[in-house]
């Protein structure tokens, strides 16, 4: 649009210029006319020099007027020419300067490549380091695992010398309570024989008295009463006697009993020495052995100190021979040693704080990035006002240019103007075009001097930019020194966490220790309480005991019950075979009454069949219903579902179970039997614990609960936690 506007303003100068020519050559054609025509007259002659004295007049000013004029228009030549030098400097020092920042961001852009291939090769690095790092935590997680079976298998054997302490502890506390039993039964038949001897000694007391009484009576009352008297008391003595004689029966029972006592309690007081004697035995032995474990474990540790010290004392020579180390004794090397143990132990802090500095790290190079990201973003930007700044650059050239066309053709149009005679009408058009280039001039002024700031402007910004690459590439460095000082020491880290994960597992043994304790103490509480257990213990029964006496009851009403049943069914068939028959054949019968019974007993008994089978059915429903509601009450005390799948074989599925395959199955072989399935391989540690050490099935039921309940509200624990987050 702008070239076309130029174009139509020196197509219009043109116009002028010719028009002008045009009246010029009338008006000279018309002064010729009037010369001619008046060369007659003297007056006309006259008039004529002194129109021509005029004319040389006007000539001459505007001879001076076109002087002025082109004295001006070299002073705008000169404008133009130092306008058109000073933007051709100015382009001339932009594009230099966008050469310039074009090599610098080509220098920047291998910075980062070089950057970025540091950053890779440290990486690699860093996998190379974490990979062998994870070899060596694998390694050593074997080896903890070996440790850790180890342990298990001497806690195995504590828990079974325990056990056998315990089962002898338990021995030697029920024969101390047989022994204070009898100790108590033979004290009291001792205090019965005193009773018994002090009741003899005061019957031969009364007695005698009796005897003089008898010598002293004379008279026949005094004889009657004391004979009736004499009477009473012999039926008492009687009494006493048999009794006496009783009790000397029973007193030689307790004799004997007592002997049997003794003896029970001499072989029990030989057993209880004996079970010290092995106790003593057993602690010796347990204070050998432990001995000769520590004995062992010194022995290797002492072998293993040998190797090293030796290797040491080889490393040492070696190191002397090479280096000239002058540790002449070893209180030498001892302090060397112990110098360097320190300086371990300083390094092993500087680890620690480079593992920190090493995180940190990363979290700065992550941010570096993100950085590196926006000013590679933001350096977009700059190179598109760049670009922009080039085309509106191109766009001025081209303006330049034709100004340059433009500034030709008014030198052209004023050469022409100096060649022909002009009128005052010209002056005023030249004067309206050295206004339009005068404020062409300042347009373009005004143009240059936003372009000097657009330029300082973009100068700034790519210096800013520059800055910023050079703290990036700074801080990138720094990034990549710390990471490659703190790769050496990641494996470092790794062996302290499985240090610490060696110290919780250990503080994890112990716990399940003192549990172990809690539950054996509640064991023997159980057992102090009345429970017990039918493999170590014997209940003894009276022979007169009511519960056996209801039993047996109980048994034989079931047995007659059963039989009536059976032979009320037996005349059942009977009667129904005697009506089917009566009904076949009714004239090979028809007056033996005797030999089938009447049809409304027949009807009595279908009914009371009836009113059988409905109180069966009755109870079959109640007992389903009682079966149903015990079945949901342990179902819902216990969390387990229990079936019987086949003849005692019982199924058990938890409530918390993930899928219908996780059950356990369980045999009764006089004892109750864990069976293989899908669900129970995946249990192996809880059952070599519970079942295997512990022996306890419930324990066993309630830890799957307890794992299968954490599985389901783990994981809405954890994202409870995240959701605030």
């Known amino acids: 649009m702008e070239d076309s506007a130029d174009n139509t303003t020196v197509i219009k100068v043109l116009n ?33 020099r002194s129109l021509q004295v005029e004319e040389q007049v006007d000539q001459s000013h505007l001879k001076s007027k076109l002087y002025h004029l082109e004295c001006e228009n070299q002073k705008l030549a000169l404008s133009a020419k130092r306008a058109r030098i000073e933007t051709e400097l100015e382009l001339n020092t932009s594009t230099c300067n966008y050469e310039r920042e074009l090599s610098k961001n080509r220098e920047l852009a291998l910075q980062l490549k070089h950057a970025q291939e540091r950053e890779a090769e440290l990486l690699a690095q860093l996998e190379a380091v974490a990979a062998t790092s994870h070899r060596h935590c694998d390694a050593e997680i074997q080896r903890l695992t070996k440790d850790r079976e180890q342990l298990l298998q001497t806690q195995e054997k504590l828990n079974v010398a325990e056990s056998k302490v315990l089962d002898l502890q338990r021995a030697l506390m029920n024969k101390d309570m047989k022994m204070t039993i009898l100790s108590s039964d033979h004290d009291e038949a001792q205090s019965r024989l005193d009773e018994q001897e002090r009741l003899c000694q005061e019957a031969k007391e009364k007695v005698r008295e009796l005897e003089g009484v008898q010598a002293q009576c004379v008279e026949l009352e005094l004889k009657n009463k004391s004979l009736e008297q004499q009477l009473h008391k012999m039926e008492e003595d009687t009494v006493v006697v048999r009794s006496m004689r009783s009790q000397l029966a029973r007193l030689l029972d307790a004799e004997k009993q007592n002997k049997a006592l003794q003896e029970e309690i001499r072989y029990h007081r030989e057993t209880q020495e004996k079970t010290a004697l092995l106790k003593e035995e057993v602690l010796s032995l347990r204070s050998k052995t432990e001995r000769f474990q520590q004995l062992q474990e010194q022995h290797a540790h002492l072998l293993v100190e040998n190797e090293d010290l030796q290797n040491k004392l080889k490393t040492w020579e070696s190191l002397d021979q090479v280096t000239g180390m002058k540790a002449k004794n070893p209180t030498d090397l001892n302090r060397q040693l112990s110098l360097l143990q320190h300086e371990q132990l300083l390094q092993a802090q500087k680890n620690c704080s480079m593992g920190a500095t090493v995180r940190d790290a990363v979290r700065n190079r992550h941010r570096l990035e993100e950085e590196k990201i926006r000013l590679t973003a933001q350096l977009h930007e700059a190179m598109e006002r760049k670009q922009q700044a080039d085309n509106h650059a191109q766009n001025l050239q081209r303006r330049c240019m034709l100004l340059t066309r433009e500034r030709d053709g008014m030198r052209g149009i004023l050469d022409s103007y100096d060649e022909v005679t002009t009128t005052t009408g010209f002056t005023t058009q030249l004067s309206q075009r050295v206004r339009e280039a005068e404020a062409t001039a300042q347009r373009l002024n005004a143009h240059t001097l936003e372009l000097e700031k657009q330029l300082g402007t973009t100068k700034m910004e790519t210096f800013n930019y520059k800055l910023k690459a050079q703290k990036l590439e700074a801080d990138l460095a720094l990034e990549h020194s710390r990471v490659s000082a703190a790769a050496r020491d990641f494996s470092r880290d ?28 509640r064991l023997e509480m159980r057992s102090l309480q009345g429970d017990y257990d039918p493999r170590h213990t014997r209940v003894l029964q009276m022979k007169m005991n009511p519960l056996a006496a209801a039993q047996e009851e109980h048994k034989t009403e079931l047995l007659r019950l059963q039989d009536e049943c059976d032979r ?27 030999s089938a019974l009447p049809s409304r007993v027949i009807a009595d008994l279908r009914k009371q069949l009836e009113s059988a089978e409905l109180k069966n059915q009755r109870l079959k429903e109640v007992f389903q219903m009682k079966i149903q509601e015990f079945r949901n009450a342990y179902y819902s005390l216990t969390g387990y579902q229990m079936a019987v799948s086949t003849e005692g074989q019982y199924k058990l ?37 519970h079942l295997h050490q512990q022996k306890s099935i419930p324990v066993f039921l309630s830890a799957i609960t307890l794992e299968l309940f954490s599985r389901q509200t783990c994981p809405t624990m954890s994202l409870a936690q995240h959701l605030p987050q």
Do not use: W
């Open 568 to 594: 009320l069914r037996e005349r059942v068939r009977q009667l129904e075979q005697g009506g089917a028959v009566a009904t076949a054949a009714p004239a090979e019968q028809p007056g033996d009454s005797e």
């Open 494 to 521: 790794e062996a302290d966490q499985l240090c610490k994960k060696i110290e919780d597992l250990q503080e994890k043994l112990n716990t399940v220790t003192e549990e172990k304790g809690v539950l054996e103490m």
């Open 16 to 48: 002028s210029f010719h028009s002008y020519l045009s009246q010029v050559d009338l008006s000279g054609h018309d002064n010729s006319t009037t010369i001619l025509s008046n060369s007659s007259n003297a007056l006309q002659s006259q008039y004529l």
């Open 653 to 689: 599925m938890s409530m918390y179970a993930e899928r219908e395959n996780d059950y356990l199955l369980f045999k009764n072989a006089g004892q109750m039997q864990l069976l293989e399935t899908e669900f129970s391989q995946s249990l192996s540690d809880l059952i070599s614990l």
